[in-house]
């Protein structure tokens, strides 16, 4: 819901949840969950990279997918908090992987975002590239001020996303996130919590003026402005 308020001749916009949204770049669709994409999203959520920087269950079920699709993802947008899109592939819409916004601030304008890529789909830009188009609809579109990651310390991928995209190193929260790693017993299914430290990366719209452009000209992708 948008409501315009007139202050000392300007106009305010106060606004207190996203919209359900498709944003759609060359190569991806990011839009709502659906029933359909259950099979390959529990796929996804149990591939070892994925569990061990997640805090998701494990192992991932169907009922967690479902009640991911059905009741999670939705209420996060109608709540105010966030919005999670699954990430598609334009021509075969095939899940690439999911963009979650959530921690969201609506008086500093402000949110937090997380990504997941599907195995067969990493090393092709497609968390940079969803990413970057979610945060042009945020400073463009819905006026936020301040988008911020946080990246576990040995997460070097998703620590190439935040630099590619522009992000700034704003420091580290020690032992911050609880991450997974093997284990030699199978007692516990294979895996063992361990804390890690967050890099913290704050993104603010003056840093991603031009970075479309450098990654096209490095041979990936333009501009983003296809959302409805």
Same mark, same amino acid.
């Given at each position: 819901?948008?409501?315009?308020?007139?202050?000392?001749?300007? $106009?305010?916009?106060?606004?207190?949840? /996203?919209?359900?949204?498709?944003?759609?770049?060359?190569?991806?669709?990011?839009?709502?969950?659906?029933?359909?994409? !259950?099979?390959?999203? !529990?796929?996804?959520?149990?591939?070892?990279?994925?569990?061990?920087?997640?805090?998701?269950?494990?192992?991932?079920?169907?009922?967690?997918?479902?009640?991911?699709?059905?009741?999670?993802?939705?209420?996060?947008?109608?709540?105010?908090? &966030?919005?999670?899109?699954?990430?598609?592939? /334009?021509?075969?819409?095939?899940?690439?992987? +999911?963009? #979650?916004?959530?921690?969201?601030?609506? #008086?500093?304008? %402000?949110?937090?975002?997380?990504?997941?890529?599907?195995?067969?789909?990493? &090393? $092709?830009?497609?968390?940079?590239? %969803?990413?970057?188009? !979610?945060? =042009?609809?945020? /400073?463009?579109?819905?006026?936020?001020?301040? !988008?911020?990651?946080?990246?576990?310390?040995?997460?070097?991928? %998703?620590?190439?996303?935040?630099?590619?995209?522009?992000?700034? +190193? $704003? &420091?580290?929260?020690?032992?911050? #996130?609880?991450?997974?790693?093997?284990? $030699?017993?199978?007692?516990?299914?294979?895996?063992?919590?361990? #804390?890690?430290?967050?890099?913290?990366?704050?993104?603010?719209?003056?840093?991603? =003026?031009?970075?479309?452009?450098?990654?096209?000209?490095? &041979?990936?992708?333009?501009?983003?402005?296809?959302?409805?």
């Amino acid at each position: 819901m948008l409501c315009f308020y007139p202050v000392l001749g300007m $106009e305010l916009r106060m606004t207190t949840t /996203f919209p359900s949204i498709s944003i759609s770049t060359d190569r991806l669709v990011m839009r709502p969950f659906e029933m359909a994409d !259950i099979p390959a999203y !529990i796929e996804m959520m149990n591939d070892e990279a994925v569990v061990a920087w997640m805090d998701g269950p494990n192992p991932y079920t169907q009922v967690d997918a479902e009640r991911w699709v059905r009741r999670i993802a939705p209420a996060e947008r109608t709540g105010g908090q &966030g919005i999670a899109l699954a990430v598609t592939e /334009f021509l075969t819409q095939r899940l690439v992987g +999911s963009v #979650r916004l959530l921690n969201t601030d609506w #008086r500093t304008r %402000s949110t937090e975002v997380r990504y997941i890529t599907a195995p067969w789909a990493r &090393g $092709e830009g497609y968390a940079t590239e %969803s990413v970057l188009a !979610i945060a =042009e609809w945020l /400073f463009r579109d819905q006026g936020l001020e301040r !988008i911020e990651l946080r990246t576990p310390a040995d997460n070097t991928a %998703s620590q190439q996303v935040a630099q590619k995209l522009g992000c700034i +190193s $704003e &420091g580290v929260l020690r032992n911050a #996130r609880i991450a997974r790693t093997r284990t $030699e017993n199978g007692t516990d299914g294979g895996w063992t919590d361990i #804390r890690t430290d967050l890099i913290v990366w704050g993104l603010l719209p003056e840093d991603l =003026e031009g970075v479309a452009e450098q990654l096209a000209d490095a &041979g990936g992708y333009g501009t983003y402005n296809d959302w409805k």
